[in-house]
């Protein structure tokens, strides 16, 4: 199994403030993706990433893949209590066909 | 469309009894997949099935057997409920074609064996 390690595990920070999360793994992934899920949900994908470098925006969210393609971050900008949720990371399994995940950063946003 | 819904949301069990979960997707999906999420331990594969009439093991599939006779529906059954079987149980699903592997998750159901 290729582990997904994520950092920090819990986040509480006020609105406005920025912040950054991160996903490493010891392996290489072809591609790494990331999920927020909002409490009672499931899962939502929020970009996927597949080459090394790769910065992609999403309005205040930027996700950054690692050169190496063994890690990722998520940088949020002046969040919101909109943003509050546990974030994972999750990349392709040994067989290709599922996915392995991290254990998540869960965040807290408060007014 | 609906996406991926589960049946039901939420269920209490006695240790040993049995039941099935439920999941559908109206996306013509050939993957789908169940996985359980418990505090602390993120998201973890039980069964998936890459199509029609398949299925393959996971990460955890002691305890549980799952079944994908029709493409659109995928079961998770526990035989003899454990209370370590207490969880969270999503299901997802994703198109087989493509690279980014993005899945498409139901909203749970949340179990509680006693």
């Known amino acids: 199994t290729q582990l997904l390690e994520q950092s920090p595990q819990f986040l509480s920070i006020q609105e406005g403030e920025n912040l950054t999360v991160y996903c490493n793994s010891s392996?290489?992934?072809?591609?790494l993706q990331w999920y927020r899920q909002e409490p009672g949900e499931g899962p939502v994908l929020l970009v996927t990433?597949?080459?090394?470098?790769e910065v992609k925006k999403l309005k205040r969210l930027t996700f950054q893949f690692g050169d190496a393609r063994k890690d990722s971050s998520l940088h949020i900008t002046a969040a919101q209590t909109g943003d509050t949720g546990l974030y994972l990371c999750?990349?392709?399994?040994?067989?290709?066909?599922?996915?392995?995940f991290g254990k998540g950063t869960s965040l807290l946003v408060t007014p | 469309n609906a996406g991926v819904t589960q049946t039901p949301k939420f269920r209490v069990l006695k240790t040993g009894q049995s039941m099935t979960l439920l999941c559908a997707q109206d996306?013509?999906?050939?993957?789908m997949y169940w996985y359980r999420q418990d505090p602390g331990m993120g998201l973890r594969l039980i069964h998936y099935?890459?199509?029609?009439?398949?299925?393959a093991k996971g990460e955890v599939p002691d305890g549980y057997n799952v079944s994908r006779l029709k493409k659109q529906n995928f079961l998770l059954g526990l035989e003899s409920a454990a209370p370590s079987q207490t969880s969270v149980y999503f299901c997802?699903?994703?198109?087989?074609?493509?690279?980014?592997?993005?899945?498409?998750f139901g909203p749970g159901t949340r179990l509680t064996v006693l």
């Open positions: 997802a699903s994703r198109s087989g074609t493509g690279y980014a592997l993005e899945q498409f």
């Open positions: 392996s290489v992934f072809s591609s």
């Open positions: 990433v597949v080459t090394g470098g």
């Open positions: 999750a990349g392709p399994s040994n067989s290709g066909y599922a996915l392995n």
């Open positions: 996306m013509n999906h050939e993957y």
């Open positions: 099935s890459v199509g029609e009439g398949t299925t």
